[in-house]
């Protein structure tokens, strides 16, 4: 990777502050891969006698075979992707349309296995070589001090599996977190209102993507906000000596902003002026409105499954999607792993169905189930230009595109996420989430830490190191070792401090002890 490249978080431009977070010609696995993955399949092939191997080889003589091309594969997928879909989808039922009442425990968690162990200390690799001791943030890419607030989560989240996965001991826990929330605490934040979406992780000059020293505000995502406000409550509520550290940067913050009409809200800044719009479609927006819930705001729309989604079938698995697409909306509606697994660990699918996940692993197990091509796909940074894209099941009308934000079709560097593969196999813990998990263990490791992921038609590692990529495989094994949702697990509450309830001081004081 370039050393002047800072990636985009999950608002970018203007119109991803729209809607957050193509066509379906596929370039996939060499033939290398693909008999790599055959090998590693779980179907048992049905085993032949002797004697009906000798007779077949009378009855059909043996005929030389052509290998088939990389590129030939590529076409084959590509063809069965494309025809894969089918339009209405089928519907999740009614009644299993409702978060859980009782939050979601994965099958088979406890204590991590040694390799598991493993992993979550080659993970934690990366945010030893890139804290930034001055400040307590974290470089968003390997060597560059540029950070955005959705992967300085990430870090707050590898610096709490850590501490508790016993890794670092609770000394260094403590400076460490000590430290980064003082900064959050007093951080220059654009317009004096919310943090800018990228810093300087140094010096905390507010910055542009892919700059470190020139200061420009670019305005503020709702969507890092609300992740960081699932986090900030995490903290608070497991460890005492953090509550009021928390506390303070939540109120460093002009949090109204982020709300209006119970939706959520970003700006960017474009050609000087600054415009304020929704942010937020299916997936990303009900996962971040969820953090911005627990601290009291009102996101009552955003936390919407359901009015807005569609379901189309992808290899026979109606997937839920967003209808506000970039056609009819000016924003992309990308399906993407990532959301859901983020939602099933720290909440235990409190902000979205679990019926939702099902659907969405299934339709790439299903994927796999016809091409034999291991699939686990999200967003994330790459090694090479573009740098950043979104590999989506289904967005903008088009079935399994790689993308970028400015809708530049990039089906050739799809690649299998290392963090989607790992957070899928402590989710659902089944034959094929065990396959992926392995697959990563095999091709992904670095010295640094864990590769983002494979590309599928390169049959070569995307070899970028990121925040978010290790930080995810972290939170996701101790989810896996604590054996409950991570806001479960830390006894968060949500804030219920609202201008109804206050009414008199007997009211807020009782609401205070709670």
Do not use: C
Not at 250 to 268: E, P
Not at 329 to 346: R, T
């Amino acid at each position: 990777m370039s050393s002047d490249f800072q990636p985009p978080p999950k608002s970018l431009s203007i119109l991803a502050s729209v809607g957050g977070v193509v066509t379906a010609a596929i370039a996939i696995a060499i033939l290398n891969v693909w008999s790599k993955q055959l090998s590693q399949t779980s179907i048992k092939k049905p085993e032949i006698s002797a004697s009906q191997t000798a007779s077949r080889q009378l009855l059909q003589p043996k005929k030389p075979q052509r290998p088939v091309s990389s590129a030939k594969k590529a076409e084959i997928i590509a063809s069965l992707d494309a025809k894969s879909v089918v339009f209405p989808g089928k519907p999740i039922p009614k009644k299993q349309l409702t978060v859980a009442i009782i939050a979601y425990v994965a099958p088979g968690v406890g204590k991590l296995t040694p390799e598991e162990t493993t992993t979550a200390r080659l993970a934690w690799s990366y945010f030893q070589r890139n804290w930034n001791d001055k400040t307590g943030l974290v470089n968003s890419v390997d060597g560059f001090t540029s950070v955005s607030m959705w992967d300085q989560t990430a870090a707050i989240a590898a610096l709490v599996s850590a501490r508790e996965l016993n890794i670092v001991p609770a000394a260094e826990f403590e400076a460490k977190m000590s430290k980064m929330l003082k900064t959050l605490a007093s951080m220059p934040l654009y317009k004096g209102e919310l943090p800018n979406k990228v810093y300087n992780a140094k010096t905390l000059v507010p910055v542009n993507y892919g700059q470190l020293e020139k200061r420009e505000e670019i305005g503020w995502s709702a969507i890092d906000l609300g992740r960081m406000g699932i986090w900030l409550k995490i903290v608070g509520a497991k460890y005492p000596q953090m509550r009021s550290p928390t506390a303070a940067v939540w109120k460093h913050w002009q949090v109204k902003r982020l709300t209006k009409n119970g939706q959520m809200y970003g700006t960017a800044v474009i050609k000087g002026k600054e415009q304020y719009n929704q942010e937020g479609r299916l997936g990303y927006e009900n996962y971040a409105a969820y953090g911005l819930k627990l601290w009291g705001l009102d996101v009552k729309q955003a936390l919407d499954y359901q009015s807005h989604t569609a379901f189309v079938n992808l290899y026979g698995q109606g997937i839920p999607y967003d209808r506000r697409d970039y056609k009819n909306s000016g924003a992309n509606n990308y399906v993407l792993s990532e959301p859901y697994i983020l939602d099933g660990i720290e909440t235990g699918f409190q902000a979205l169905p679990k019926a939702y996940a099902d659907r969405i692993l299934a339709a790439q197990v299903a994927r796999y189930q016809a091409t034999k091509q291991l699939t686990a796909v999200t967003e994330d940074n790459l090694d090479r230009p573009p740098y950043f894209v979104y590999s989506s099941l289904f967005v903008n009308g088009k079935p399994w595109a790689t993308i970028t934000d400015t809708r530049q079709q990039r089906n050739d560097l799809r690649f299998l996420s290392a963090k989607a593969a790992i957070g899928w196999h402590v989710l659902y813990n089944t034959a094929y989430t065990r396959q992926l998990f392995d697959f990563v263990q095999a091709n992904l490791k670095s010295k640094d830490g864990w590769y983002n992921g494979f590309y599928e038609s390169l049959h070569q590692p995307n070899k970028t190191l990121t925040a978010n990529n290790n930080g995810v495989i972290l939170e996701s094994l101790l989810y896996k070792q604590v054996g409950q949702p991570l806001t479960v697990w830390a006894r968060v509450r949500s804030q219920k401090l609202t201008k109804r309830v206050m009414r008199t001081p007997q009211v807020t004081a009782k609401i205070l002890r709670q």
